[in-house]
């Protein structure tokens, strides 16, 4: 029996609810594949994938499935025991990647969060407590507690909140004579993003990567790889690391992980996972068999044959369309990015004004997202249809012309 509930507007956010955000006018209700309908009926294409999350579009039947099987079954158990699902999850991402244990939590943040905690740790267990400095890049984005917002090198998410975590060192991404200047034997661990994502879908280079990898082998620190926007298919590879051919000792994962239900996992060898014994690192939902059970599931799906090798066709598609549109309407001067995590950079004219993009999509029954003022940002279901890759994009070529053409 469901209890009926009294309607609410988005008017509402404004008396109820903390103002960190500014959500869109209207209320998404409904998902279906890569379209949303709001409360008033209104349907939508969605190409931001709620931030790079709903890697298999909304309500993928797989899913939905996992969910209300495990959802009948056991939801809640604790650390105190381990499930079925958690243990299922874990071996599936060990048998495919460089990892040899996962440790669950609840989303990149907390991912994060466990990686820098074990990298300071496994640092200070072997070589002391000199051994403690963070080297990441600048205009990073790694989450919003506080030792990851230290991390992330954005003033505008970090300062204000009393004094920083420190030890934290920032050089400018790509930059591997920066990096090198910097890491010292001080270093504990280096901490990139593959893919700059929030930063404005900045791919690395690989020289960049292949060139920290070895910094951290001549300085015995940790290179961790922060997966949770560029990981799990995005990058039309399982992790954005095997795109690279670069083996990290720690990889963070969120956001695609779940599909959309909130999970987060940090990955790492079985050498570094013994530097949190009992008791030194937890949370109360990791590892939760919900979230397990649906991470089991979207991951099935990205491994079957053909999925993430279908990411790449559908990149051409939306690169080819939105080179087009960037050169027809004179907006873009790059569309630059991995798989489908697709960054369209302002030209010199639209520098800042991601905003109205966003705005003019909007109107245009489109769902995307910035990356920053200068970026416009596309983070589609990786398994979206080619004819709402078409009806996206023409909306959105319409919301340009309008935009540029007064
Ligand atoms: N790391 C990266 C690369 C991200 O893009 C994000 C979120 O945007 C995070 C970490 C933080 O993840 P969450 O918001 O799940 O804490």
Redesign the pocket.
């Known amino acids: 029996m469901s209890v009926e509930q009294a309607p609410v507007h988005r008017a509402d956010f404004d008396q109820v609810m903390v103002p960190n955000y500014a959500p869109a006018a209207f209320i998404p209700v409904r998902g279906e594949g890569s379209r949303v309908w709001d409360q008033a009926g209104r349907e939508r294409v969605d190409f931001s994938g709620g931030?790079?999350v709903n890697v298999l579009g909304h309500c993928h039947p797989a899913l939905v499935n996992a969910l209300t099987e495990q959802g009948n079954k056991l939801w809640h158990v604790s650390n105190v025991f381990t499930n079925e699902p958690a243990l299922q999850l874990a071996k599936k991402l060990v048998d495919a990647t460089f990892a040899e244990r996962v440790f669950f939590c609840n989303?990149?943040?907390?991912?994060?969060e466990a990686a820098f905690k074990l990298a300071r740790r496994v640092a200070f267990d072997r070589y002391g407590e000199e051994k403690y400095e963070i080297v990441a890049a600048l205009n990073?984005?790694?989450?919003?507690t506080l030792f990851?917002v230290s991390v992330g090198g954005q003033p505008k998410y970090s300062d204000g909140f009393g004094p920083k975590i420190t030890g934290i060192r920032h050089v400018p991404f790509n930059d591997l004579e920066a990096l090198k200047a910097i890491v010292s034997d001080k270093t504990c661990a280096v901490v990139l993003?593959p893919v700059?994502?929030?930063g404005g879908v900045l791919p690395a280079d690989l020289a960049y990567l292949q060139g920290a990898r070895e910094l951290c082998n001549q300085h015995n620190a940790l290179l961790i790889f922060?997966?949770?926007?560029?990981g799990m298919g995005r990058s039309g590879h399982l992790f954005a690391y095997m795109h690279y051919g670069v083996i990290p000792d720690i990889v963070?994962s969120?956001?695609s992980l779940g599909g959309g239900f909130?999970i987060?996992a940090m990955l790492t060898t079985e050498a570094l996972a013994k530097h949190f014994p009992v008791g030194t690192h937890g949370t109360t939902y990791g590892g939760n068999p919900l979230a397990c059970a649906v991470a089991g599931a979207v991951f099935d799906v990205l491994t079957t044959p053909g999925v993430l090798e279908g990411v790449q066709a559908k990149h051409q598609k939306f690169k080819a369309r939105l080179e087009g549109i960037g050169q027809h309407y004179g907006i873009f001067s790059q569309v630059r990015g991995l798989g489908l995590l697709i960054g369209c950079v302002l030209s010199e004219a639209w520098k800042g004004k991601a905003r109205a993009v966003f705005d003019a999509a909007e109107q245009e029954n489109l769902m995307i997202l910035q990356a920053g003022p200068d970026v416009i940002r596309f983070a589609p279901s990786l398994v979206v249809e080619d004819a709402d890759i078409d009806e996206g994009l023409d909306r959105f070529e319409r919301a340009v012309a309008k935009l540029t053409q007064g």
């Open positions: 931030i790079a989303s990149g943040a907390e991912a994060n990073s984005f790694h989450g919003r990851t993003e700059q994502g929030e922060d997966e949770v926007q560029c963070s969120a956001k909130p987060g």
